[in-house]
């Protein structure tokens, strides 16, 4: 067991330096209560946006002169499974639930693949079957 133990720390430590180096993990900006009640106008941190589930984006690029311009800049494909996901984006990062209670890390630039997170059944019982709706960011906590 012991050796599992050190195998698992050592590709971990590995996994780490991999990442670290190739420069696709950001700088990790923790949430704040300020940055809940007014997000950056580029962030979507709660279901809704906003803390009053206004649910809209103020961001004024899109108009109603170039919204024929806009074309697919990138897609993911969803894990297998029950989901309907609202990603939430803080700091250039998009956080995405998935079936089974995971959640996956994008960069929203580019929809690269910035970490992965896949919940284990506890005690070898069954995995979630409900519909994976939402996560919530706060902190460094998702």
């Given at each position: 067991m012991k050796s599992r133990a050190r195998l698992?720390?050592?590709?971990?430590?590995?996994?780490?330096?991999?990442?670290?180096?190739?420069?696709?993990?950001?700088?990790?900006?923790?949430?704040?209560?300020?940055?809940?009640?007014?997000?950056?106008?580029?962030?979507?941190?709660?279901?809704?946006?906003?803390?009053?589930?206004?649910?809209?984006?103020?961001?004024?690029?899109?108009?109603?002169?170039?919204?024929?311009?806009?074309?697919?800049?990138?897609s993911w494909g969803l894990s297998p499974g029950l989901s309907q996901p609202t990603p939430l984006v803080s700091n250039g990062t998009m956080y995405v639930p998935s079936p089974g209670g995971g959640v996956q890390a994008l960069d929203a630039a580019n929809g690269d693949l910035l970490w992965e997170y896949k919940n284990a059944p506890r005690d070898g019982g069954a995995a979630r079957t409900s519909p994976m709706r939402n996560l919530a960011i706060y902190g460094d906590n998702v």
């Open positions: 698992f720390g050592a590709a971990t430590v590995l996994l780490l330096s991999v990442l670290v180096s190739t420069g696709q993990v950001k700088e990790f900006k923790p949430v704040t209560d300020a940055m809940l009640l007014n997000p950056d106008p580029a962030d979507w941190p709660n279901w809704r946006r906003t803390l009053n589930g206004w649910g809209y984006s103020p961001l004024k690029e899109i108009n109603s002169r170039n919204v024929h311009q806009l074309q697919l800049a990138w």
